[in-house]
């Protein structure tokens, strides 16, 4: 369900509601329909209006839908608000991501970081009800003297969260370390970033000849940073990170969770941006991507952009994007081609970058 206001960043609601089901069919839900509706005034209480929120409760009726989607992040009263009226199970597509996240979360680290936002969302979307408290799975222990079982949850799940804060910051020292060193030793780091899918984490199995990287046609299979060393014809290293993917709305409890993870883009000495050549919207995702980077403080940094995927691509497209970008770099990560003009570039960029640092 999408609602057009004008801080709506992607033109075509189409291209945000077709990105929002790949999303639910990455959990298995059956889309059956699509809903969605231009509002002269935006009604902070329903999101939607009044009589579109009754079409959409009969349509729930006529075909037997158990979740309802929205296209948005739900304020905690919108949530609550709507479930009452239309009597089911509402999803909103921070809640959509933020269970992809936990499912795909396979190191002690990006758990715990995925269990972190999803605390951070419940807790004031917690009011009481049954629905919203099996969503914890259970666990909530006794209440103290006077406290109402709501009182005793909350209690209990900001108790977790400071558990879990402190959990990550270990972790994230050791994260730290790790940067020091590398950083004592000079050897250069350059991110992998971009939107979920382009290709990144081919693309640093293609650099690195490592073969146990997890590539898959799916929505945020990286949720744990990676990084490999690679040398260079002239002995040179250099090391590549691939990180969490990006993607529209990104969930700022994700951001806040995976500070220690995206900190390691903040810390390198030049970004590669990977762009998926084929995607006809490509623009709206590079604008997301350079609105997370500006979140998390990289906007100032070095970055080129790489054009993945550019095997699939018609030669007339291609022609217009090296028009457009005459900047960038075009490559296949799948099939090996541009890669070693793309490490002329990066190592032409760190390098030379150095020896004017030194200069000054
Ligand atoms: N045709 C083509 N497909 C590619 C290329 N590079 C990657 N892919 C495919 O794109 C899909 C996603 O690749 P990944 O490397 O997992 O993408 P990612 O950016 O790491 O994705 P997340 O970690 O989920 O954000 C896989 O099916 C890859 O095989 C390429 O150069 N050409
Ligand atoms: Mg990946």
Same mark, same amino acid.
């Given at each position: 369900?999408?609602?057009?206001?004008?801080?709506?960043?992607?033109?075509?609601?189409?291209?945000?509601?077709?990105?929002?089901?790949?999303?639910?069919?990455?959990?298995?839900?059956?889309?059956?329909?699509?809903?969605?509706?231009?509002?002269?005034?935006?009604?902070?209480?329903?999101? !939607?209006?009044?009589?579109?929120?009754?079409?959409?409760? &009969?349509?729930?009726?006529?075909?037997?839908?158990?979740?309802?989607?929205?296209?948005?992040?739900?304020?905690?009263?919108?949530?609550?608000?709507?479930?009452?009226?239309?009597?089911?199970?509402?999803?909103? *597509?921070?809640?959509?991501?933020?269970?992809?996240?936990?499912?795909?979360?396979?190191?002690?680290?990006?758990?715990?970081?995925?269990?972190?936002? &999803?605390?951070?969302?419940?807790?004031?979307?917690?009011?009481?009800?049954?629905?919203?408290?099996?969503?914890?799975?259970?666990?909530?222990?006794? *209440?103290?003297?006077?406290?109402?079982?709501?009182?005793?949850?909350?209690?209990?799940?900001?108790?977790?969260? *400071?558990?879990?804060?402190?959990?990550?910051?270990?972790?994230?020292?050791?994260?730290?370390?790790?940067?020091?060193?590398?950083?004592?030793?000079?050897?250069?780091?350059?991110? $992998?970033?971009?939107?979920?899918?382009?290709?990144?984490?081919?693309?640093?199995?293609?650099?690195?000849?490592?073969?146990?990287?997890?590539?898959?046609?799916?929505?945020? @299979?990286?949720?744990?940073?990676?990084?490999?060393?690679?040398?260079? !014809?002239?002995?040179?290293?250099?090391?590549?990170?691939?990180?969490?993917?990006?993607?529209?709305?990104?969930?700022?409890?994700? $951001?806040?969770?995976?500070?220690?993870?995206?900190?390691? !883009?903040?810390?390198?000495?030049?970004?590669?941006?990977?762009?998926?050549? @084929?995607?006809?919207?490509?623009?709206?995702?590079?604008?997301?991507?350079?609105?997370?980077?500006?979140?998390?403080?990289?906007?100032?940094?070095?970055? $080129?952009?790489?054009?993945?995927? !550019?095997?699939?691509?018609?030669?007339?497209?291609?022609?217009?994007?090296?028009?457009?970008?005459?900047? @960038?770099?075009?490559?296949?990560?799948?099939?090996?081609?541009?890669?070693?003009?793309?490490?002329?570039?990066?190592?032409?960029?760190?390098?030379?970058?150095?020896?004017?640092?030194?200069?000054?």
């Amino acid at each position: 369900m999408k609602t057009h206001s004008n801080y709506y960043v992607f033109n075509d609601i189409e291209e945000s509601l077709d990105e929002l089901e790949m999303l639910a069919k990455t959990l298995n839900f059956d889309v059956v329909d699509r809903v969605t509706q231009t509002l002269e005034k935006f009604d902070p209480s329903f999101y !939607i209006g009044k009589g579109k929120l009754e079409k959409v409760r &009969q349509m729930i009726d006529d075909l037997k839908v158990e979740n309802v989607i929205f296209d948005d992040e739900l304020s905690p009263s919108q949530l609550r608000n709507i479930e009452n009226k239309l009597n089911c199970k509402v999803l909103d *597509r921070t809640q959509l991501i933020l269970n992809i996240f936990a499912k795909n979360a396979r190191s002690a680290e990006a758990k715990l970081q995925v269990e972190l936002a &999803q605390l951070e969302y419940l807790l004031p979307r917690l009011y009481g009800k049954g629905r919203q408290l099996s969503r914890l799975g259970g666990g909530i222990g006794t *209440r103290g003297p006077g406290e109402t079982k709501l009182e005793a949850d909350k209690r209990k799940i900001k108790k977790k969260i *400071r558990i879990l804060r402190k959990k990550l910051e270990t972790l994230s020292k050791q994260r730290e370390l790790r940067r020091s060193r590398r950083l004592k030793n000079k050897i250069p780091t350059v991110a $992998i970033v971009g939107y979920t899918n382009v290709g990144k984490s081919t693309l640093l199995k293609r650099l690195s000849k490592y073969e146990n990287i997890v590539v898959e046609d799916k929505l945020f @299979s990286t949720l744990s940073s990676l990084t490999k060393r690679v040398r260079l !014809i002239n002995e040179r290293e250099i090391l590549f990170t691939d990180t969490v993917g990006f993607i529209k709305k990104l969930p700022h409890t994700i $951001i806040e969770a995976f500070k220690s993870t995206l900190e390691e !883009i903040k810390y390198s000495n030049l970004i590669l941006i990977v762009i998926d050549s @084929s995607d006809r919207y490509y623009e709206h995702k590079l604008f997301v991507v350079e609105k997370v980077l500006e979140e998390i403080g990289s906007m100032h940094q070095q970055r $080129i952009l790489v054009f993945n995927k !550019i095997e699939i691509c018609p030669n007339e497209w291609l022609e217009n994007l090296r028009n457009k970008h005459p900047d @960038s770099i075009f490559i296949s990560a799948k099939r090996g081609i541009g890669i070693k003009k793309l490490l002329e570039m990066v190592e032409k960029e760190i390098f030379e970058e150095n020896i004017h640092d030194e200069v000054i």
